[in-house]
């Protein structure tokens, strides 16, 4: 899959902008997105997992993956291979990933724009040894304006505070 930073190594989330988190998967979480590329499955992380391996300082409880059209059938052979089950969903249930390690996973239907224009401008890591497609942080940030939930309303600063920083830091290398 073609990455406008496919030409140089990919950051390793390790090497992100924040000194404060490593993102950490259980190995479980880390054989699902493994085997969801080895399947072919395009999916970005989104969410606030998204803005912690964007850089900014923060917790969540769970990791957000958004699919473009789901094929129920490859997702469930991704969670079987990460020892676990995919269910699809049913009437208001939305579709879900279970298991061992699993738990926090957390299948996300929509987004602001297409799924196919938010892939395309999504940055590329390298996470826990799986590479990954990212939502970036200013897309982040829509999103949770957008939510308006009390728990997304409350992330709101922060993500602005890294946004402000990572310009004022790109500014004063532009001056340099």
């Known amino acids: 899959m073609p990455s406008r930073r496919s030409t140089c190594r990919l950051p390793s989330v390790s090497d992100a902008a924040s000194p404060v988190f490593d993102i950490v998967l259980t190995p479980a979480e880390r054989a699902l997105l493994a085997a969801l590329n080895a399947l072919g499955v395009p999916f970005l992380i989104v969410g606030m997992g998204a803005a912690l391996i964007e850089g900014a300082p923060g917790t969540t409880q769970d990791l957000?993956?958004?699919?473009?059209?789901i094929d129920a059938g490859r997702l469930r052979e991704?969670?079987?291979?990460?020892?676990?089950?995919y269910a699809s969903g049913l009437g208001l249930q939305p579709p879900t990933f279970g298991g061992e390690g699993l738990d926090r996973v957390d299948v996300v239907l929509t987004g602001l724009d297409s799924f196919d224009e938010e892939f395309a401008r999504a940055n590329e890591y390298d996470l826990d040894g799986v590479r990954v497609r990212v939502l970036p942080l200013e897309r982040v940030l829509v999103s949770k304006q957008?939510?308006?939930?009390?728990?997304?309303?409350?992330?709101?600063?922060?993500?602005?505070?890294?946004?402000?920083?990572?310009?004022?830091?790109t500014s004063g290398d532009d001056k340099q």
Do not use: H, N, Y
């Open 64 to 69: 957000d993956l958004w699919f473009g059209p």
């Open 78 to 85: 991704a969670a079987s291979r990460a020892g676990g089950f």
């Open 146 to 169: 957008a939510a308006k939930r009390a728990k997304d309303t409350a992330q709101i600063p922060v993500l602005e505070a890294t946004l402000a920083a990572r310009r004022a830091r």
